[in-house]
Every structure is written in C-alpha cells, then in structure tokens.
C-alpha cells in the first residue's frame, strides 16, 4: 500500500494518491501506506499507440523474446500497449500484471507479396475480406489491422490492395462485431477508399492530403503516424533501386511528414504517438516518439502518449478504482518531453516496477 504527493496531469491538481492492497487508486487515506514520492508530476502511464509485441525483424519472435519487448516498453514508461498485429499468439503475456497491458489485434490482412512476408494473413480473394475481417475481430481485443497499400512491383510503386466496395463491407463486418478497424497506408491512394468506407485510424497516413484530413476530422478518424518509422523512409528507398518511382515517392513522403502532422493537428484530427517497434525499430522509444511529434508541432505530444491515448482506447487515467498505472517526473514533461526519459517512479496496477 503506497501514497504518493504531487502535480497529477492534465488536471494540473496538487493531489495525494493512495493505492490500496488491490493496487487500486482511492482517493481515501490508506492506514499504513508508505510515502513513495513526495513532488514530482504524475501522469497516467504512457501509450504506445502502434507496436507489434511478438514481431522482430525476421518475423514472428519466440513468446520469450515477445515478453523481454514488452517488458523494454513497460521500463521506458509505457504501461499500455495498442500491438497492431503479430504473427504471434500474446494472449499468454495478457496475464501478466507486471507487464503493460496489451491490446491485441490479431494478425494483419494483406494480399499475396504485398506485405511483410510471414507476417500477414494473405487473401487470393479480395472478396474474401468482410469474412477475414470477422475472424480476426473475434480473435483480437476489439481491433482488427489492414494493409491498405504496399509495393506493387508490377506498377513499380505503391497501390491500393482492396477494392472500395470490399473495404466498405469489411468495415462494417468489424463494427458489427463491436471491433475498430486500422489500416497501414503510406501513400495517398488507397486513403480516399479507407476513409470513405469509415474506417476508425489510419497509421503511418504519409500521403494524407489537406481534403483527406478535413474528411478525417469530419468523421472523427485518428491518425497515429509513427514519425520515427517514417525516418527509415529514406533507407527503404536507397534500397529499392530497382524501382525508381517507389523510391522517388518514398523520399518525398518522408519530406512531407511533418506537414500532414501539423496539418491534421490543425484541422482537429486526433493524432496519436505510436512507434511502430517491432519490425525495424526497438521497443521502448516512446518518448523518441513524443520528442518527434512535439518537434512536428503538436500541442499536446505528451497527452498523445498518455491520457489522450488512453481516453482513445477506453483506459483510465488517474481515477479512483482504477488501476495504479502511473509514471511520475521530476518536471513537468510538457514543457519539455525530453523529461520522460527518467521517470522517478513507473506502478503498475499498483507496485513499483522502476524507480529512479
């Protein structure tokens, strides 16, 4: 049983929390409770709002390497983890309260050689979607992943995969289930498509255009875009001389990120810190993330990591009966979120799991 003292964001209280034996929050005096900090800022734990636990650069990882990720996350503050799409079965890592939490969901959709080989589930039938969809709703924690465009290397660059009329019946199977849906996009054609059949996130969304963020907005769509996976674009593209107008479009994707960024901000498009680790990157670089989107020019990088995200997802925050999942700080990371990098203290559904 703990007690902690000081400035609990976004509220900007001065407040005394108490956990309870449960390693709940109360707002009631706990008899015994141990001081754990007194001062600091502290804020609900942070999100990663796109990862893949159980996915490493080769493919699918071992469900003890999947839990050394999780637990990298968890270290670097990160308690609550959106994984958006593993070849892997994680469901085991759920149980563990020492670990953040993960919602799951399930294995990406794609079509044959436009994806990440192993890694997706691929359909020779596009029209296969609306069912595949289904089942990866069941499977997963109320989020199912597409792949809305990749390298088609016929055309030389990137392309749609799914037909308009499938992503719309797709879409639907998924509400119907009570699942949201997200797709990985980078360029800007498979986007008119995605958006206009209601989809509820895009990821990545490099191409998204002013006309397509103002539909976002309408619609109430989120953006997640993985800036420090978009810093690889150049490297993706060095690499891919074969096909000139890929790396061409590659590069200037990568130029206009920040834009589309500022742009959607602006425009009143939920936009949301996720880190794309997994694949190519680590895990444990949220605030790498944070440092990206606060440099793009979002006004709350800090809350796209913690209780926006969080609020997003359906998790609480700093309430009573709530989980003790909090991270404090000596200073107030809004001002500068380079302070996320050493926190005083990570809790997790009630004990210490890092002090510093």
Excluded at 29 to 34: D, I, L
Excluded at 256 to 281: F, H, M
Excluded at 332 to 345: F, G, H, Y
Aim: glycine share 12%.
């Amino acid at each position: 049983m703990y007690r902690l003292r000081g400035v609990a964001l976004p509220s900007e209280e001065s407040v005394s929390l108490w956990v309870d034996q449960s390693g709940l929050l109360t707002d009631e005096p706990v008899a015994g409770a141990e001081l754990l900090v007194d001062g600091g800022w502290i804020l609900p734990g942070l999100v990663d709002a796109h990862c893949h636990i159980g996915l490493g650069p080769e493919g699918a990882v071992t469900l003890e390497e999947a839990d050394a990720q999780a637990r990298t996350d968890r270290d670097a503050g990160t308690l609550l983890l959106r994984d958006c799409g593993s070849p892997l079965d994680t469901t085991p890592l759920q149980a563990r309260e020492d670990l953040p939490e993960i919602i799951r969901a399930g294995r990406h959709l794609a079509r044959p050689k436009r994806y990440i080989r192993g890694v997706s589930v691929d359909l020779d039938d596009p029209g296969l979607l609306p069912e595949h969809v289904a089942e990866q709703a069941a499977a997963g924690d109320g989020w199912v992943k597409l792949v809305g465009d990749w390298i088609d290397r016929g055309l030389g660059d990137l392309a749609p995969l799914w037909p308009d009329d499938v992503l719309v019946a797709a879409i639907d199977a998924a509400h119907a289930a009570g699942a949201r849906v997200t797709a990985h996009v980078f360029g800007a054609d498979a986007l008119p498509g995605l958006i206009n059949a209601g989809i509820d996130c895009i990821e990545h969304g490099t191409g998204l255009t002013d006309d397509l963020i103002a539909e976002m907005a309408r619609r109430g769509t989120a953006l997640v875009p993985t800036l420090i996976n978009v810093e690889t674009f150049p490297g993706i593209a060095a690499s891919a001389s074969r096909f000139p107008a890929y790396a061409a479009h590659m590069r200037a994707l990568h130029a206009g990120a920040g834009d589309v960024v500022r742009t959607a901000v602006a425009a009143g498009v939920p936009v949301y810190a996720g880190t794309d680790a997994g694949g190519s990157l680590a895990h444990g670089l949220i605030v790498d993330e944070v440092l990206a989107l606060h440099a793009a020019g979002h006004p709350d990088a800090v809350g796209a990591a913690s209780w926006g995200a969080r609020e997003w997802l359906g998790r609480p925050s700093l309430r009573a009966g709530h989980p003790a999942d909090l991270a404090v700080y000596r200073a107030d990371p809004r001002s500068d979120p380079a302070t996320l990098r050493e926190p005083v203290l990570v809790m997790r559904r009630g004990r210490p799991v890092r002090t510093g």
